[in-house]
């Protein structure tokens, strides 16, 4: 078993990264995109149904004295919130599509005379209407931007009634309906490989403001590549519900990075509906922002004067951008290899419902990682997320959520326009955003009877033309769809060797033919499904079944884990070790490729999905590098060779605790490390130095053949880096004897701790030897007080799951005595466990 790790995942607020993290973390918090100063995040005091009422006087009317027949049966929750936190990844059924009501009730206190009081969404899924006790004040189609509801009217109408007022003590009665119900003529399709998850799954805001407001600030930097010269233009947009026709004073102040006051301008704007110009700065030589030093400005707008003076701030950076045709992606006149991955926002426990903490941690062991880059797949994302792109300094290809199905009608086309003009206006100001994204996978048909090519062209030029008319200063792109890829700026082909198609040696002659085809090339997805535990001695057995030369393109079916060709998908062992060789050998390849814009492995955190239910883990796309609960895979590490500049180490096969062969066998052990040399001990014994080398595979040559002895063994790794060292050391078993068919199985309580046992089942033969093989499907139960903790989509938090190497575990909260845990495996006897 594990007993020491000493290269684990940096803590962000440790050693020499201390002050900068801090200073991210602050500047991310300080300068938020152009919002209010008065505005309250509503978390506590909702209750949620799931289920549709039979109107909306069923949510506010009230009960019966001391009657307990009010149905329906209202359970409180806290927001972000989401319907589908634990069906999503319930093995037998289903996920919830439908409708689900929220209700809470609020003191509402607008400190402007004569202001207005907005409900701000920053997103829900996937309709939503809202209601002010019985009045239906708003709704929204789509599940991924922001939108705002005024409910000023309302809340004064209904402060004059009465009764009502007695009812609900002073306070104001609010409802709010959501519904993920499947609708083809809405984006995205229900036959992308996500779940269109349901509910208030991000923050939602009571904002207060004056009769005088501008709802957005729209700041457009700029500098040139050599980075002499920097302008800066500013816009506000003011909403339709202020007077207009008449001169409002207005404030500006720009301030550099380290808060120096570096411009001001004070003048009057023309209050008309819309966006109105403000002023224009010229700076010198500016701070440029770049994933290195991600180095924002802030900008502080006062629009009015006084006490009813409304304030926006939002923060910029200068960086010259340039996708150069059939070249490499340049960043402030230089080359920049983009290093990427991709996001879904899902987690376990929560599903799409993620805070802002939680959210803060992922990004954080993204850039950890060595990331650079990030495709926000497949849909607008939070604002929180930008942000902390803007200040760790992660540059972003964000897209629409036009995602399989073909293409709807006149209300599902305008709604990909709505979502586009909504996606770049809210997001214009962020630095980190290099790329609007079309779509993803539109040559993907069977939402419609009719699935014409000419008229999806048709309608992404249009995208195209909008994206570019809204901001001219960022590219386009979408990522595999053939017949149309002439249309955006960038394209992404479909490129899966090793996984889908093809070998992972196929990968460099593949996508230097691709890149041939297109203007700008852009590598997005590539990898494969890990089952986090699972380990192979022989990981690259399935490769000899595969036919090379084919291409390495994903075609229907390639998904599937039965029939068609031989793929690594369907006949591989789904093993890390299996994936970690492939993107060894991705990444020793993409540092000899000086063509390249770069590349974005698909995706960095294992994310739940309807379509992939035979999953070792059911319907959870495994092809992260971090689990759902952001557990890092071995995979990780990997990327942390070669990606990272501060000497790390890992030796591979921390989640390995038993390796298996003949006695006396060489077996190979591989260290991670981004050093430039590595000794390693094994039982005390130093097996000398290997001096890393990208090319030299696997590990950069950074492996050695070396004897382990039945039972425990010891491995310790010193690595150098000029004088630094860092090490990293793993204990494991070694089982030399062999084993048969399971015939039974074995369980074990093996940790309790924090409220929480843990229990391991062991698959066997006949003669009770560990099958280290073995991927049989195990099922887990409780019986009496206590609950599994099985809802998490992980390995080891799934009730059904396929084994990793003979074995599985599960962990659950217990009562002493009165907690008994079985498992099952089908044609097993059970094995049960009182605790």
């Not at 289920?51 to 506010?60: C, F, H, M, N, P």
Request: aromatic share 10%; hydrophobic share 35%.
């Amino acid at each position: 078993m594990i007993r020491k790790r000493t290269s684990p995942v940096p803590h962000p607020l440790k050693g020499t990264h201390f002050l900068r993290f801090l200073l991210l973390l602050l500047f991310a918090t300080r300068h938020q995109p152009a919002q209010a100063q008065q505005s309250i995040r509503l978390t506590a005091g909702w209750e949620y149904v799931k289920q549709d009422l039979g109107g909306i006087w069923e949510a506010v009317r009230p009960a019966a004295p001391g009657s307990p027949e009010t149905v329906p049966l209202w359970t409180p929750v806290t927001l972000p919130h989401c319907f589908n936190a634990v069906d999503a990844v319930a093995p037998d059924i289903n996920y919830y599509q439908g409708p689900g009501w929220y209700r809470t009730q609020l003191a509402v206190q607008n400190p402007y005379a004569n202001g207005r009081t907005l409900l701000h969404f920053e997103g829900a899924g996937q309709k939503t209407e809202v209601y002010i006790h019985t009045t239906k004040v708003g709704s929204h189609v789509g599940g991924y931007d922001e939108w705002t509801v005024d409910i000023t009217q309302a809340v004064a109408d209904f402060q004059k009634m009465e009764a009502y007022q007695k009812q609900f003590k002073g306070k104001v009665p609010i409802s709010i309906r959501c519904d993920n119900s499947r609708d083809l003529e809405m984006m995205p399709s229900d036959l992308s490989d996500f779940n269109l998850y349901g509910g208030l799954y991000r923050y939602l805001n009571l904002t207060y403001v004056p009769a005088l407001y501008a709802e957005r600030l729209m700041a457009h930097a700029a500098v040139d590549a050599a980075g002499q010269t920097g302008t800066l233009g500013l816009k506000i947009a003011f909403p339709a519900t202020v007077a207009t026709g008449t001169n409002a004073p207005v404030v500006v102040r720009l301030l550099d990075p380290r808060g120096k006051v570096v411009g001001q301008y004070r003048g009057a704007v023309r209050v008309a509906a819309g966006e109105v110009a403000v002023t224009d700065f010229k700076l010198k030589k500016p701070l440029l922002w770049s994933p290195e030093n991600p180095r924002q400005y802030a900008v502080e707008v006062t629009v009015g004067e006084g006490p009813r003076a409304w304030r926006l701030t939002t923060s910029v950076g200068f960086r010259h951008i340039e996708f150069v045709e059939k070249r490499p992606f340049k960043l402030n006149g230089q080359r920049l290899l983009l290093r990427g991955t991709h996001r879904h926002e899902d987690h376990a426990g929560v599903a799409a419902a993620m805070t802002e903490p939680q959210i803060r941690q992922e990004m954080l062991l993204m850039k950890q990682m060595g990331v650079n880059f990030i495709r926000l797949g497949h849909y607008q994302q939070s604002r929180i997320v930008l942000n902390l792109c803007d200040s760790l300094g992660i540059v972003v290809w964000e897209e629409v959520p036009w995602c399989r199905g073909g293409l709807g009608g006149t209300v599902y086309q305008e709604q990909g326009r709505r979502m586009m003009t909504n996606m770049v206006q809210q997001h214009y100001n962020h630095p980190s955003i290099i790329i609007w994204g079309l779509g993803n996978e539109n040559d993907w048909p069977n939402d419609f009877p009719e699935f014409d090519k000419e008229k999806i062209r048709t309608y992404m030029k249009e995208l195209n033309d909008l994206a570019h008319q809204l901001d001219p200063s960022r590219y386009t792109a979408i990522r595999r769809c053939d017949f149309a890829k002439d249309i955006p700026d960038v394209y992404s082909p479909s490129i899966w060797a090793g996984w889908y198609r093809g070998i992972y040696t196929d990968y460099k002659k593949v996508s230097a033919e691709e890149f041939k085809q297109v203007k700008r090339f852009l590598h997005v997805e590539w990898g494969g499904d890990s089952h986090a535990g699972r380990h192979s001695e022989t990981p690259d057995n399935a490769l000899a079944k595969i036919k090379t030369g084919q291409g390495a393109d994903e075609r229907a079916g390639d998904a599937s884990l039965f029939g068609g060709s031989a793929r690594v998908s369907k006949d591989g062992d789904w093993s890390e070790s299996y994936i970690c060789n492939l993107i060894d050998w991705h990444l020793k390849e993409q540092e000899t490729m000086p063509w390249l814009s770069g590349t974005a492995y698909w995706p960095f955190k294992d994310f739940s999905t309807p379509v992939r239910p035979d999953n070792p883990v059911p319907y959870m796309n495994q092809k992260g590098v971090v689990e759902r609960d952001l557990t890092p895979k071995e995979s990780y590490y990997v990327f942390q060779s070669y990606w990272t500049d501060k000497p790390m180490a890992h030796i591979y096969g921390h989640s390995w605790p038993v390796r298996w062969g003949e006695p006396g066998e060489l077996k190979m052990v591989k260290v991670y490390s981004n050093c430039e040399r590595a000794e390693l001990f094994v039982n005390g014994k130093s097996y000398g130095f290997k001096t890393r080398d990208s090319q030299n595979f696997p590990a950069a040559g950074l492996s050695w053949q070396v004897p382990l002895v039945a039972g425990t063994n010891q491995v310790r790794a010193v690595a150098y880096q000029g004088k630094q060292r860092v090490e990293d050391q793993i204990s494991f078993r070694y089982q030399t004897e062999k084993w048969a068919t399971p015939a039974r199985l074995t369980l074990t309580k093996t940790a309790d701790a924090n409220g929480l046992v843990t229990v391991e089942a062991q698959l066997c033969d006949a003669q009770g030897v560990p099958c280290l093989d073995a991927a049989n499907w195990l099922r887990f139960s409780l019986a009496g007080e206590g609950r599994l903790h099985d809802d998490l989509g992980t390995s080891s938090g799934s009730s059904r799951v396929q084994a990793y190497n003979g074995r599985a575990i599960i962990r659950l909260t217990a009562t002493p005595g009165q907690t008994t845990v079985a498992v099952q495996s089908p044609g097993l006897p059970a094995a049960v466990l009182a605790l």
